[in-house]
């Protein structure tokens, strides 16, 4: 591309891609951002190293890629309400989103992409993993993505799993905590590729429409086993300034919890998307 240096270099056989010769703080012209575009599209995620951002800076990089939307449980920093501080003190042995999932599944039109920013990191450890999830979809067998088609999943934002791990699960009973319930289809249709991925994941989906906790449990177990299979990952390690960029669609992603002691703090912005089809 004329007058710029790009360079995007895989970190896995199955995602992810590092991108260098991009500085985040400076305005981009268009076709570096549909170059970033694109090997999201491609890699599922994308990482940057060294970017030294001001909050303005980075939301304004995320604006250039989708529409930065807020958090429904935690508020955002002061003078930027769409960048949420994910935060682990160290006196907190629980991590924030420390279990595989797909950001908010349990809002009627999920984000399309995140971006994490690393401000304040540990010593060692806090890295994060990423899946495949058109690959969890592809494995599958002929007659069990049979069966999937015709499901939907019902994912609920107060599922175990997921509110153990998030900032929000101090709040007490009664004060006014909302519980936020949506259905999506098991198998979605990503609207930009046309490639199809498994859309469920073990922090909000509670069940199949239409069936019991109980009666959906066992194949829900396979799924979150199968969908996170280690050839399906990769796994990233935090550096200053470091920033990821996933796609929500077709990605899952955890936060390893293996810091005690020590603080992390990232911010996070999410990106608005559209109802999963």
Excluded at 79 to 94: A, C, H, M, N, S
Excluded at 111 to 130: C, K, V, Y
Excluded at 176 to 201: D, M, Q, W
Excluded at 241 to 262: T, V
């Amino acid at each position: 591309m004329q007058g710029q240096t790009i360079a995007i270099s895989p970190v896995g056989g199955a995602i992810g891609a590092e991108i260098s010769g991009v500085d985040l703080s400076r305005d981009l012209p268009d076709a570096t951002v549909a170059a970033v575009r694109q090997a999201l599209l491609d890699h599922l995620v994308v990482f940057f190293r060294g970017q030294n951002l001001t909050s303005a800076r980075y939301h304004a990089f995320a604006a250039r890629i989708g529409t930065p939307m807020r958090y429904p449980f935690v508020p955002g920093i002061e003078g930027f309400p769409e960048i949420t501080p994910v935060l682990k003190r160290p006196d907190q042995t629980i991590n924030f989103g420390g279990v595989w999932h797909s950001d908010t599944t349990y809002l009627p039109e999920p984000p399309m992409a995140t971006l994490l920013l690393a401000r304040e990191l540990p010593a060692s450890g806090g890295d994060t993993e990423f899946a495949n999830q058109y690959l969890a979809y592809e494995t599958l067998s002929d007659g069990l993505r049979s069966v999937l088609a015709g499901l939907r999943g019902v994912a609920r934002s107060d599922k175990a799993e997921a509110s153990r791990t998030r900032e929000d699960r101090a709040k007490k009973p009664g004060t006014g905590s909302e519980v936020l319930i949506e259905e999506h289809p098991v198998v979605r249709t990503h609207p930009e590729t046309g490639r199809k991925a498994l859309y469920v994941n073990i922090a909000h989906t509670a069940r199949f429409a239409g069936m019991t906790e109980a009666e959906s449990l066992p194949l829900l177990r396979y799924l979150w086993q199968h969908q996170t299979r280690p050839e399906f990952t990769c796994r990233f390690s935090w550096s200053p300034g470091a920033l990821a960029l996933w796609d929500n669609r077709c990605a899952q992603h955890q936060a390893i919890n293996d810091y005690q002691g020590q603080r992390r703090l990232m911010h996070r912005i999410t990106l608005a998307g559209d109802v999963p089809r």
